[in-house]
């Protein structure tokens, strides 16, 4: 098919045809047009896995580790195959378009959806999207940029106007997305958010750059629901809104176009970008299949993405464990039956499995030595909701629960059994008034259970009949994320009786602009602190080694809100103490999505981040804390020790700006600016060996248009074969422009057995040594010395040299005028 097939189906096409196909058709799904041959297009989420359209635990899918997570392996070809995975999984589900990768970064640590983008350096931001990207499109599943741009938090991300200079939007903000133009991505997600007064939907950033000056040929699509106007968007390079039907294009587009308010060129070109989104999809008649490569061993790859991505922050020796000194092991914590393995919002994906930290380790162990838990005290989290580990139906006693949904006399229209009591997505036939969901539910403990019901407008919950929640609760925000996928709701005490049955009903009255999302959950009677706190003392000391795996819950990470605090929640910092005073042998596996505080890191004799790691979590656990895989992960993100010493901590509006007045010197740019020493710097992790930095050599001079390629010899000194990241940053000595104190420009990744030296390249760009010059529009050079550090993180270089810029000729003599070097 031709390069001008996508122009000659657009000439076909009357204006009202036109204008149909630029809204969604239904909330996953653009429109089709048969008269060009185009079908339906189908999104979905897909930063953690690929859901599909639907939100129903029956339809599983494959769960990948968290996007830091995937960062932290610093391993683009790693993450390419992850990407490929993600494309099968799409295929298999129909699915065309997959809305990842998440670009924006990591600016504060509170960032409540931290989780789900890469890093804080937009430069390597840059290559592991470009990476994932790769992977998808290969496949023939479009991959999406998203969310253009500075949508790096939550905190009323709605219609929060982020003020941020040119500068810093060129060099920081918008150059993750340059790179996934220069990678060939399809599509691009222009996010909620305000930049410098102007909704991005309608923002000319859209145009320039995206479009004219990057060459961006593909489709720039609205977040979902983000469109709110019509003329000023449909004349911004907006091409898609999402979803549909309806909105501020179906409504009043086809009129604007008719009174000149909007050019036929512009209708036009949105148009020819769409069909030619179909032709590369497969979507488009006559368009050649997407090629599609070997089927992927999913779980192996998920395993060996968690291993590579796990960052041992410290280690006294304890790692690996050797089995032969173990007879008994301790592993301690909630986490570790329960982890954490995947973000909250709308990226969640239900997987077939999840291995838990204590059945990987069983399964390792194998019966080899005795393996025992204990949970620590209670987190404080809201209660779960129910699942079929808990409750029967109350018809077939199938495990779950019953869904019923009523009309307005109460006359059952319909019911399923269901597996959970999070229900987002019911269906929803005519007449329709009430959705039920009701569970028998045999406690395990006895004594104050807490009910919860999730949901909006009138709602009502008893147990056996006596009423605990009937009340009407008011819809009090527009967020999709929270309407739809984690809606609040009140909760209610009630004693129950060990192993003695209650019927627990819920129903919530369906209202216009409320959704159907609908969440019943029950938690039992917690243990008192103190008894916890002793059964996990007690547990590490009859062990040889302890495992304690905290983290943080569904609540303080997820898209939605940003967190207020880096502490982990509950008593966890107790329980780590605790075990620590009764077993010298403690290892600390931390599994959160973002930095947290971590007062006992010196106090314990390892500490391993896992992140967020999807269904393999506990299999990939096990390879580490055995050996069996060395923890290849650095930190893609600066770690504080407290939550005060970083520089950026705020994501809230004031007066609903959120200025970004750190302006270039975004993360480890920023604890270099101001002097202070982290807990764990960018860059940062260790193997299970240990590595000399021996040499450097750089060109002496390098022409600014062009890169050059820095030169290290590291030797493994330690006693087994591993993995090092040589990392290389740039510095500005003298500098007549504002630069960072030092910022990354390269790194690669060499193998060594014990006793062995390895030379490594790596390539600096040309754009690494160049700024956004505003008053030039333009990149620009600085000749000049520029030193070259080498080391493996932000805060360990022990390796310069230096290479001298040679400018273009006029260049060299308005820098001399300026300030010499």
Same mark, same amino acid.
């Given at each position: 098919?031709?390069?001008?097939?996508?122009?000659?189906?657009?000439?076909?096409?009357?204006?009202?045809?036109?204008?149909?196909?630029?809204?969604?058709?239904?909330?996953?799904?653009?429109?089709?047009?048969?008269?060009?041959?185009?079908?339906? %297009?189908?999104?979905?989420? &897909?930063?953690?896995?690929?859901?599909?359209?639907?939100?129903?635990?029956?339809?599983?899918?494959?769960?990948?580790?968290?996007?830091?997570?995937?960062?932290?392996?610093?391993?683009?070809?790693?993450?390419?195959?992850?990407?490929?995975?993600? $494309?099968?999984?799409?295929?298999?589900?129909?699915?065309?378009?997959?809305?990842?990768?998440?670009?924006?970064?990591?600016?504060?640590?509170?960032?409540?959806?931290?989780?789900?983008?890469?890093?804080?350096?937009?430069?390597?931001?840059?290559?592991?999207?470009?990476?994932?990207?790769?992977?998808?499109?290969?496949?023939?599943?479009?991959?999406?940029?998203?969310?253009?741009?500075?949508?790096?938090?939550?905190?009323?991300?709605?219609?929060?106007?982020?003020?941020?200079?040119?500068?810093?939007?060129? +060099?920081?903000?918008?150059?993750?997305?340059?790179?996934?133009?220069?990678?060939?991505?399809?599509?691009?997600?222009?996010?909620?958010?305000?930049?410098?007064?102007?909704?991005?939907?309608?923002?000319?950033?859209?145009?320039?750059?995206?479009?004219?000056?990057?060459?961006?040929?593909?489709?720039?699509?609205?977040?979902?629901?983000?469109?709110?106007?019509? %003329?000023?968007?449909?004349?911004?390079?907006?091409?898609?809104?999402?979803?549909?039907?309806?909105?501020?294009?179906?409504?009043?587009?086809?009129?604007?176009?008719?009174? #000149?308010?909007?050019?036929?060129?512009?209708?036009?070109?949105?148009?020819?970008?769409?069909?030619?989104? &179909?032709?590369?999809?497969?979507?488009?008649?006559?368009?050649?299949?997407?090629?599609?490569?070997?089927?992927?061993?999913?779980?192996?790859?998920?395993?060996?993405?968690?291993?590579?991505?796990?960052?041992?922050?410290?280690?006294?020796?304890?790692?690996?464990?050797?089995?032969?000194?173990?007879?008994?092991?301790?592993?301690?914590?909630?986490?570790?039956? $329960?982890?954490?393995?995947? &973000?909250?919002?709308?990226? &969640?994906?239900?997987?077939?499995?999840?291995?838990?930290?204590?059945?990987?380790?069983?399964?390792?162990?194998?019966?080899?030595?005795?393996?025992?838990?204990?949970?620590?005290?209670?987190?404080?989290?809201?209660?779960?909701?129910?699942?079929?580990?808990?409750?029967?139906?109350?018809?077939?006693?199938?495990? #779950?629960?019953?869904?019923?949904?009523?009309?307005?006399?109460?006359?059952?229209?319909?019911?399923?059994?269901?597996?959970?009591?999070?229900?987002?997505?019911?269906?929803?036939?005519?007449?329709?008034?009430?959705?039920?969901?009701?569970?028998?539910?045999?406690?395990?403990?006895?004594?104050?259970?807490?009910?919860?019901?999730?949901?909006?407008?009138?709602?009502?919950?008893?147990?056996?009949?006596?009423?605990?929640?009937?009340?009407?609760?008011?819809?009090?925000?527009?967020?999709?994320?929270?309407?739809?996928?984690?809606?609040?709701?009140?909760?209610?005490?009630?004693?129950?009786?060990?192993? %003695?049955?209650?019927?627990?009903?819920?129903?919530?009255?369906?209202?216009?602009?409320?959704?159907?999302?609908?969440?019943?959950?029950?938690?039992?009677?917690?243990?008192?602190?103190?008894?916890?706190?002793?059964?996990?003392?007690?547990?590490?000391?009859?062990?040889?080694?302890?495992?304690?795996?905290?983290?943080?819950?569904?609540?303080?990470?997820? +898209?939605?809100?940003?967190?207020?605090?880096?502490?982990?929640?509950?008593?966890?910092?107790?329980?780590?103490?605790?075990?620590?005073?009764?077993?010298?042998?403690?290892?600390?596996? %931390?599994?959160?999505?973002?930095?947290?505080?971590?007062?006992?890191?010196?106090?314990?004799?390892?500490?391993?981040?896992?992140?967020?790691?999807?269904?393999?979590?506990?299999?990939?656990?096990?390879?580490?804390?055995?050996?069996?895989?060395?923890?290849?992960?650095?930190?893609?993100?600066?770690?504080?020790?407290?939550?005060?010493?970083?520089?950026?901590?705020?994501?809230?509006?004031?007066?609903?700006?959120?200025?970004?007045?750190?302006?270039?010197?975004?993360?480890?740019?920023?604890?270099?600016?101001?002097?202070?020493?982290?807990?764990?710097?960018?860059?940062?992790?260790?193997?299970?060996?240990?590595?000399?930095?021996?040499?450097?050599?750089?060109?002496?001079?390098?022409?600014?248009? #062009?890169?050059?390629?820095?030169?290290?010899?590291?030797?493994?000194?330690?006693?087994?074969?591993?993995?090092?990241?040589?990392?290389?940053?740039?510095?500005?000595?003298?500098?007549?422009?504002?630069?960072?104190?030092?910022?990354?420009?390269?790194?690669?990744?060499?193998?060594?057995?014990?006793?062995?030296?390895?030379?490594?390249?790596?390539?600096?760009? $040309?754009?690494?040594?160049?700024?956004?010059?505003?008053?030039?529009?333009?990149?620009?050079?600085?000749?000049?010395?520029?030193?070259?550090?080498?080391?493996?993180?932000?805060?360990?270089?022990?390796?310069?040299?230096?290479?001298?810029?040679?400018?273009?000729?006029?260049?060299?003599?308005?820098?001399?005028?300026?300030?010499?070097?």
């Amino acid at each position: 098919m031709s390069d001008e097939e996508p122009d000659r189906l657009t000439d076909k096409l009357s204006p009202r045809q036109k204008i149909r196909l630029l809204t969604g058709g239904t909330t996953w799904r653009t429109r089709a047009e048969p008269a060009v041959g185009l079908s339906e %297009v189908v999104t979905s989420d &897909g930063p953690a896995g690929v859901r599909g359209e639907a939100w129903d635990e029956r339809l599983t899918s494959v769960l990948l580790p968290s996007a830091s997570a995937l960062a932290a392996a610093w391993d683009e070809q790693l993450v390419e195959r992850v990407g490929g995975l993600l $494309a099968e999984e799409a295929r298999g589900k129909g699915v065309h378009v997959v809305l990842a990768p998440n670009l924006n970064l990591h600016r504060s640590p509170l960032a409540g959806r931290h989780f789900e983008c890469f890093s804080e350096d937009p430069w390597l931001v840059g290559r592991i999207g470009a990476a994932l990207i790769r992977g998808l499109q290969a496949e023939g599943v479009a991959a999406t940029a998203k969310h253009l741009v500075a949508n790096d938090s939550e905190t009323g991300r709605l219609t929060v106007d982020v003020r941020v200079d040119e500068r810093t939007l060129r +060099e920081v903000c918008l150059a993750p997305f340059e790179a996934a133009v220069d990678a060939g991505v399809w599509a691009v997600m222009a996010g909620y958010n305000r930049v410098n007064g102007t909704t991005m939907t309608a923002s000319s950033l859209l145009d320039h750059p995206l479009k004219d000056e990057w060459g961006f040929d593909g489709v720039v699509m609205s977040d979902w629901g983000a469109l709110r106007t019509a %003329v000023d968007t449909a004349n911004a390079a907006l091409d898609l809104a999402m979803p549909g039907p309806g909105g501020p294009w179906d409504d009043t587009l086809a009129d604007a176009l008719a009174a #000149g308010h909007v050019p036929q060129s512009v209708i036009d070109d949105k148009v020819r970008r769409l069909i030619l989104l &179909g032709q590369r999809v497969g979507a488009l008649d006559g368009a050649p299949a997407p090629r599609r490569r070997t089927t992927t061993d999913a779980r192996r790859l998920l395993r060996r993405a968690v291993t590579s991505g796990a960052v041992l922050l410290s280690n006294n020796g304890v790692l690996p464990l050797r089995e032969g000194d173990l007879s008994t092991l301790a592993v301690i914590g909630t986490h570790a039956v $329960a982890p954490r393995v995947q &973000g909250g919002g709308s990226a &969640g994906v239900f997987p077939e499995r999840v291995v838990t930290p204590l059945d990987g380790i069983r399964e390792r162990v194998g019966g080899r030595a005795r393996v025992v838990h204990a949970p620590g005290p209670d987190l404080g989290a809201p209660p779960a909701p129910l699942g079929p580990r808990d409750c029967a139906d109350p018809r077939s006693g199938a495990p #779950g629960v019953l869904l019923r949904m009523l009309d307005a006399d109460g006359n059952e229209l319909y019911t399923e059994h269901r597996g959970s009591g999070r229900l987002l997505e019911p269906d929803v036939p005519d007449g329709a008034h009430t959705v039920e969901i009701s569970a028998l539910l045999t406690p395990e403990a006895g004594g104050v259970w807490e009910f919860g019901l999730g949901g909006f407008g009138r709602m009502s919950l008893t147990v056996d009949g006596r009423s605990l929640i009937d009340s009407t609760y008011p819809r009090r925000t527009d967020d999709p994320a929270v309407v739809h996928v984690t809606p609040p709701g009140p909760t209610a005490r009630h004693p129950l009786a060990a192993e %003695v049955p209650v019927l627990v009903v819920a129903r919530r009255e369906l209202a216009p602009g409320t959704g159907r999302a609908t969440v019943l959950t029950a938690a039992p009677p917690a243990r008192s602190d103190a008894d916890a706190l002793a059964d996990a003392v007690a547990a590490a000391r009859s062990a040889d080694a302890a495992i304690v795996v905290v983290g943080t819950t569904d609540g303080s990470e997820s +898209e939605g809100h940003d967190r207020t605090t880096l502490a982990l929640p509950g008593r966890q910092d107790d329980l780590v103490r605790a075990v620590a005073a009764a077993n010298p042998r403690t290892v600390v596996v %931390v599994n959160s999505g973002g930095p947290v505080e971590l007062p006992w890191r010196d106090e314990v004799d390892a500490v391993l981040l896992t992140w967020l790691p999807g269904q393999e979590a506990g299999g990939a656990l096990a390879d580490i804390l055995f050996g069996d895989a060395e923890p290849g992960g650095r930190l893609p993100t600066t770690w504080p020790a407290r939550l005060a010493d970083a520089p950026v901590s705020t994501t809230r509006p004031v007066e609903g700006r959120l200025t970004y007045d750190e302006g270039i010197h975004v993360g480890h740019r920023g604890w270099l600016r101001t002097g202070r020493t982290p807990a764990y710097w960018f860059g940062h992790g260790l193997g299970y060996t240990t590595w000399e930095y021996e040499s450097v050599v750089a060109p002496d001079t390098v022409d600014e248009d #062009g890169g050059f390629t820095v030169r290290a010899l590291v030797r493994n000194t330690g006693e087994r074969r591993g993995r090092e990241v040589v990392q290389v940053y740039l510095s500005r000595p003298g500098s007549a422009v504002e630069r960072p104190v030092r910022w990354l420009a390269g790194y690669a990744a060499v193998h060594a057995g014990p006793g062995e030296s390895v030379r490594v390249d790596v390539p600096v760009a $040309a754009r690494s040594l160049r700024h956004w010059s505003v008053e030039r529009q333009e990149w620009a050079g600085q000749p000049g010395p520029f030193t070259v550090h080498v080391g493996r993180s932000a805060g360990d270089l022990p390796l310069t040299t230096r290479v001298r810029v040679a400018g273009r000729p006029q260049e060299s003599a308005l820098c001399a005028l300026r300030r010499p070097d």
